[in-house]
């Protein structure tokens, strides 16, 4: 209705006011509420829903749509209404209100309708407009929000959550899925959903927000939807997608940060320690291994965690960030895990691997210097002096000789170092400096030790400061050669005929002066001979006898003919 209408009608209002002014010549429109916004005004050829009270001038009520309980919907314009119903029509919002008085020439005339509407009657409506849509509308939709970093977006048959809150376009709430307290499951572009929604859906990401207005023909249509949703009803939602993934989707890899070296990368039947941030797409947190403060420990394609883990931690480097989206088909599936991971969800998780070893690694060693002429290299019961520094392979440091301020000290092969540091010892010259790289099962193993992780692979720094020609297992002394001939009578210093601890403690001393034998390397050689004297003071009365002393290679040979 043009503007010079509105101010003719509003004009006869006010003479209306002030008295009877004769008959109507065409309808007068009060808008007595206009909505703060409008987005869109009926026009002749739209659909309508509307609710309206109908009564006479004296108040009477002659018709009203609320009685029925239902709103009244149609097309306006096309003379499905009356004339002054059609015309009071135009130019409404969503959510106005208007009073109509239709004069009898453009209500039912000199007629009327039997029993309920007298011949030239004037009609008072009070109308309020709930919806409009046009055969020819599209759907709307409008982006609320947006993540920065969208890696992929709905396609049809993709499988969607999403939460939504569902209203009528004049704002009443039909459903919501906050209310259920959970999203809605399901396939898109599948006919499981309304056309509009199938519609709306695509192009989304995870994480983004859509307000999507749909009308009835993409919608519920001419029936609507039980007592919700009226018959021709222009639905709004508004959208949240928490994730969405495909079941023909794969495990999704983006490699954070990559170590510049990286000598070897996980495969199937390795042991691997990560540290990980489990998250669902919306960013929710369900799992951190931070918060216990301790790695994840598990063999990796073996079946001891999720298949899109198993898949995701393949081809890892030592110190690697990686984030692994991992859809539910090859996480926790439709039922989810506890009150955490919901049904059908995509799990992102984000992790730092720390180290990974296999079973069959050997001691990795790397010579960081060796000096010329090394000729003479340790070997299994040698007795070594050496610096070492140990940490772990990100880099945290466990223990170093360097806090002590002087060397370790041991006898290699008796068991008092792990087996790691063992053989990495072996084989070195003086000065020599070498890097280890220990794994757990030749370190400390599954439980760790005291400041040390369990399952943890080790790195050790070390440098041979010195070394001892050390002697067989089982043997205190040894000698470069033949033992002497009549060994207990050059052993009894003052031929007595016995040989007590000070005259053993001298001959063996001597031996050693003169270069003729060697004591097991130790740092109490009278330690090493008082237990000597000992082993051959066999009724321990002090003194050893002739008959009393023997050669432990003698004894040796004694015991193979014993268990012959």
Known sequence: MALGSFVLLL???????????????????????????CLREVQMGDFIRYHYNGTFKDGKKFDSSYDRGATVAGVVGVGRLITGMDRGLQGMCVNERRHLIVPPHLGYGSIGVAGLIP?????????????????????????????????????NSDFVRYHYNGTLLD???????????????????????????????????????????????????????????????????????????NPKDGVFLEHLEVPESCKRRAV??????????????????????????????????????????????????????????????LAYGENGAGDKIPGSAVLIFDVHVIDFHNPADPVEMETVYRPEGCNITTRNRDFVRYHYNCSLLDGTKLFSSHDYGSPQEVTLGTNKVIE???RGLLDMCAGERR?????????????GARGVPGSAVLRFEVELISMEEGVPEGYLFIWH????????????LNKDGQIPADEFSTFILTQVAEGKGRLMPSSDPDKVIADMFKNQDRNQDGKITAEELKLKSDEDQEKIHEEL
Not at 17 to 26: S, V
Not at 132 to 141: F, S, T, Y
Not at 435 to 446: A, F, K, Q, R, S
Not at 481 to 492: A, F, I, T
Request: charged residues 20%; glycine residues 12%; negative net charge.
């Open 11 to 37: 004009s006869l209002l006010g003479v209306l006011g002030l008295g009877d002014p004769g008959p109507l010549e065409d309808v007068v429109i009060d808008r007595y509420y206009i909505p703060k916004i």
């Open 268 to 329: 199937t039947g390795d042991f691997v320690r990560y540290h990980y941030n489990g998250t669902l797409m919306d960013g929710t947190l369900f799992d951190s291994s931070y918060s216990r403060n301790h790695t994840y420990n598990t063999y990796i394609g073996k079946g001891y965690i999720i298949p899109g883990m198993d898949q995701g931690l393949q081809g890892v480097c030592m110190g690697e960030r990686r984030r692994v989206v991992i859809p539910p088909h």
């Open 171 to 245: 704002g009443t709430p039909f459903d919501s899925s906050y209310s259920k307290d959970s999203t809605y499951d399901t396939y898109v572009g599948t006919g499981w959903l309304i056309k509009g929604m199938d519609q709306g859906l695509l192009g989304m990401c995870a994480g983004e927000k859509r307000s999507i207005i749909i009308p009835p023909f993409l919608a519920y249509g001419e029936k609507g939807y039980g007592t919700v949703i009226p018959p021709q009803a222009s639905l709004v939602f508004s959208v949240l997608l928490v994730d969405f993934h």
């Open 481 to 492: 050669g033949d033992p002497p001939e009549n060994l207990y009578e050059q052993m009894d």
């Open 119 to 155: 011949p030239d009657a004037t009609l008072y409506f009070d109308v309020v407009m709930l919806d409009i849509w046009n055969k020819n509308d599209k759907l709307q939709i409008t982006t609320l929000s947006k993540p920065e970093h969208c890696n992929r977006t709905v396609e």
């Open 420 to 422: 790691g540091l063992n």
């Open 435 to 447: 890097v280890l790289i220990v794994p757990p099962h030749l370190g400390h193993g599954e439980s």
